[in-house]
């Protein structure tokens, strides 16, 4: 048992002590830029910028501003908390695109370089990049400082006040930050290019099948020298072995200064190797940009291929039905809240697998990427789901929350794993024009065949996911066919609030606390055998019906 709590633990504060990672060619550089930060709390900015007297921790990222409780009597720490690095910049960075990209702050982020404001980021989940380009001091002390703060923001997703939300939204820079640096001429980022459609790659498919598989791979190159440049995209395409599937190269292109451009290959895989749970696998799309036909600039991603649709009758994936066994997650761990390394996240997603489950709904905002690299692996399908719980705030919250949906749909179209975009605020009233824009905006930002969205109300969405205690009897969901639905909760508030609709006089001597599904291994055998009991009687009442699925409430207590 000793040793088990040993290797947790290791796993847990693997990138609070891990070295830097290095993705690096002679023509691309991306650093992993966690270690060596400084930090320090609940005081002003002036004292952060000014008082020398101040006493900075050192820390490396992922980090949590506050170690919390195992079990939080008292709300969750709020307040303004700052980061600062001081780093030396190499003299052959001059001429480079340079940049910072940050995978996730909570939640309002304000990011400074050398004491001049560059830019304020108001998504606490998704990530955001940092221009330095022509703003370093080469071969001297540079420092970033990050302001951060996570109080109640009505105008910031998901909006609601702390005391009300039905989860916590924890502090800190809880993911990793990356340096990056590149040619002036080179492959955009997806975050960083904002553009609809566009930025980095993106991998679309138009007809798959057991015989055949058309993929379209599209290459954003940027331009950002004062000369033009003649520029070829080459791609290659390997399967899981490392073995070349495919590979092309366009013809050579003249990039005007300071401008971009979209590159577009299709391809044709005969007898692929289709992406499913059972069989996870993946293919890595290897990017090439040349200039005067000398490489400039490298990246890859990870692919899986597949079709699937959603109908009156259920779900089907590669041609064949599949009855989408799931549940739900939050990304947060006892004490370090959402602080995990990589290697935590990936443990999630090995333990929902092993659990029997084919499918996680990432409730409710974008997960890491990492958690959604390995659902990619283990072949774990993911339902992804911008900020929001029961709240709609003014005209700039629900710009941001847009905002949200494109910049989730930029960072993660090319992953495997992802079958639905809840493009909607969960349980929340939102205005039909609302509801129309955050639709379209998945449709206008990922150009490919099986795009779904989804969410809580049956207006404008391609998937209809209520919960079960939705105000609806258990017959209710059995009968609806108007459009393809998926049970998104099950067996947890319907027995908590005893509307669960069912017949249940076997257990009329049960008190109300033995009766609903949340209860704890100490509490003995026979309220977790309730507890087992709940969720099998709701997930076999779901079953009468023809959903495509159904997601349990809760994989992990939160």
Known sequence: MKNKVIILLAILLTTACQSSQLKETSHER???????????????????????????????????????????????WQGDAYYRKIFTPSSELKNKHVALHFEGAMQVAEIYLNGEHLMTNYSGYLPFYVDLTGRLKLGEGNEILVKLNNEDNPQVPPGKALDQLDFNIFSGIYRNVWFVVKNELHISDAIGANRVAAGGIMVTYSEVSEESATLHVQVDAENISGDAANAAIKVSIRDQAGELVAEKQTEVSKLDAKSHQLFNLNFNIGAPKLWSPGSPHLYSVNVELLKDEKLCDFTSERIGIKTFTFHNKGFELNGEPLYIRGTNRHQEYPYIGYALSDNANYRDAYKIREAGFNFVRSSHYPHSKSFLEACDELGLMVMDAIPGWQFFGDSVFAERSIMDVRKMVRRDRNHASIILWEAALNETQMPKEFIHKAHNAVKEEYLSMDVFTCGWVEEAYDVYIPARQHGKP?????????????????GDWEYYAHNAGFNQTAFSDLTSDERNSRQLRGMGQKRLAQQALNYQEAHNSNRKGSPAGDANWLMYDY
């Open 30 to 76: 991306e650093t992993l830029f966690n270690k060596d930060w400084q930090f320090v709390k609940d005081v002003s900015f002036k004292e952060a910028i000014n008082d020398s007297s101040l006493e900075w921790e050192q820390v490396s990222l992922p980090h949590t501003a506050q170690i919390e409780p195992v079990v939080m009597a008292e709300a969750q």
């Open 474 to 490: 258990p017959h209710y969901w059995n009968q609806y066919e108007r459009k393809p639905i998926l049970i998104a909760e099950y």
